[in-house]
């Protein structure tokens, strides 16, 4: 079965360091989201993204936040200086339709910010 | 903003037992998810409910969708050790917000 990949599966940067997340939806897939989850609590939504262009996105996905898909196959988040609070999992999803179809999620990149 | 609550947060149940866990959520939507997290994994989708009166089983798991009430509830038939987990409702449309989650544990 197609499945959302995650890489890598965990990512240990300094505080204030750069760091890209990088996921590969499944191929046929045209809406992209990136979630978070910070231990122990619950999954928030960061962003959405479909045609190119981000279609939703949360109180958290300020400016040190952006999204690309510099290709057909892959889909980046990418935080510009972390912090410490950046230190969650994060979760890649796909969905080949718009929400009336599950999104189906990858198994997440841990970022430990230090 | 959409806010979506779920109770009971943590439950412990023995094998063999009913139980339904609640989703309520704020505002009008006719998109509800339910998923599945098992500890340190991934989020697994168990049903995409998307009309009032929508019901959907798999296994020993049925979902069920009231819009008018803001209810969705999760029931669990005859548990099993295998169920525990921690489960999710989600809604909304293209912002998905989710629910605190369940943490679901079976005792056998």
């Known amino acids: 079965e197609p499945e959302v990949t995650q890489t890598p599966s965990h990512q240990v940067t300094q505080m204030g360091q750069e760091v890209i997340l990088r996921c590969v939806p499944i191929?046929?897939?045209?809406?992209f989201y990136w979630y978070r989850q910070i231990l122990g609590q619950k999954v928030e939504f960061l962003v959405s993204?479909?045609?190119?262009?981000?279609?939703?996105k949360s109180e958290i996905f300020d400016d040190q936040f952006s999204v690309e898909r510099p290709d057909g196959s892959n889909f980046t988040l990418k935080i510009r200086s972390t912090k410490l609070e950046d230190s969650a999992m994060y979760f890649c999803?796909?969905?080949?339709?718009?929400?009336?179809?599950?999104?189906?999620f990858g198994d997440g990149t841990r970022l430990s910010i230090l | 903003e959409l806010k979506v609550e779920q109770n009971p947060l943590f439950l412990s149940m023995q094998e063999g037992k009913n139980y339904t866990i609640y989703c309520n959520y704020s505002?009008?939507?006719?998109?509800l998810y339910w998923y599945r997290q098992d500890p340190g994994k991934s989020l697994e989708s168990l049903f995409v409910?998307?009309?009032?009166?929508a019901v959907k089983q798999e296994g020993r798991l049925m979902a069920s969708l009231d819009t008018k009430a803001r209810l969705s509830t999760l029931h669990i038939t005859a548990a099993v050790h295998d169920l525990s987990a921690t489960y999710f409702c989600?809604?909304?449309?293209?912002?998905?917000?989710f629910g605190k989650g369940t943490r679901l544990h079976i005792l056998p």
């Open positions: 999803a796909s969905s080949y339709r718009d929400s009336y179809q599950p999104q189906h």
């Open positions: 409910l998307l009309s009032n009166g």
């Open positions: 993204f479909y045609n190119n262009e981000i279609s939703e």
């Open positions: 191929s046929n897939h045209l809406y």
């Open positions: 505002t009008t939507s006719d998109r």
């Open positions: 989600a809604v909304g449309d293209d912002k998905i917000i």
